[in-house]
């Protein structure tokens, strides 16, 4: 997709889902100490660093707590008010603000943390080719459910064959997802945060 329609989709969803935000604010202030958003530096196109923002899902300090960075199915650190908004992605609504500010696209693959990209071979390092997004080619075919080794290859695969078809193709198979809630966790708890 292009710059000007990933900010128009952005822009108009931030608009259609700030009651759904508002609430979900709300819930979590109510719920649990601490902000409401969750800011993680995470790595973009080109290898730049960005700050991503979420709305929090777990208790405050939480990365400091059990497995850290990782998370596993029935996180006791995961908050009640967190376990649902995780159901349905909802925790990634402050993504579309990360669209406007130009740090991610709708559509590519899901930004990581820079000790993945450490590792990553010169192969692997194509998928920082292209701005970051909030859903992408690896997300709708399996997720968190998959290694990240595979999750890798299906973003570089996305890189070498992304198309407005293909984006259109992924955002219609994302709000399937969002509504089963297929691959939200991983049982290899190498795969991390995503």
Do not use: C
Request: hydrophobic share 40%.
């Amino acid at each position: 997709m292009t710059r000007a329609l990933d900010i128009v989709i952005a822009a108009a969803a931030l608009v259609v889902l700030s009651p759904v935000l508002a609430l979900a604010a709300l819930a979590i202030r109510l719920e649990s100490r601490g902000p409401v958003i969750y800011r993680h530096r995470r790595v973009g196109r080109h290898g730049e660093q960005f700050e991503l923002l979420k709305l929090r899902t777990m208790v405050q300090g939480a990365e400091t707590m059990g497995t850290g960075l990782y998370i596993e199915d029935r996180d006791p650190r995961i908050t009640r008010t967190g376990r649902l908004l995780r159901r349905f992605s909802l925790d990634e609504l402050p993504n579309l603000v990360n669209v406007l500010r130009g740090d991610l696209a709708i559509v590519g693959p899901r930004p990581t943390v820079s000790e993945q990209v450490d590792l990553y071979t010169d192969h692997q390092r194509r998928r920082l080719e292209v701005r970051p997004g909030i859903t992408g080619w690896a997300q709708v075919n399996g997720r968190a459910s998959l290694p990240w080794p595979e999750r890798i290859e299906l973003d570089v695969w996305y890189v070498e064959h992304r198309s407005l078809r293909l984006d259109l193709r992924i955002l219609a198979r994302t709000v399937k997802l969002l509504v089963t809630g297929r691959g939200l966790y991983s049982q290899d708890l190498r795969q991390g945060w995503d």
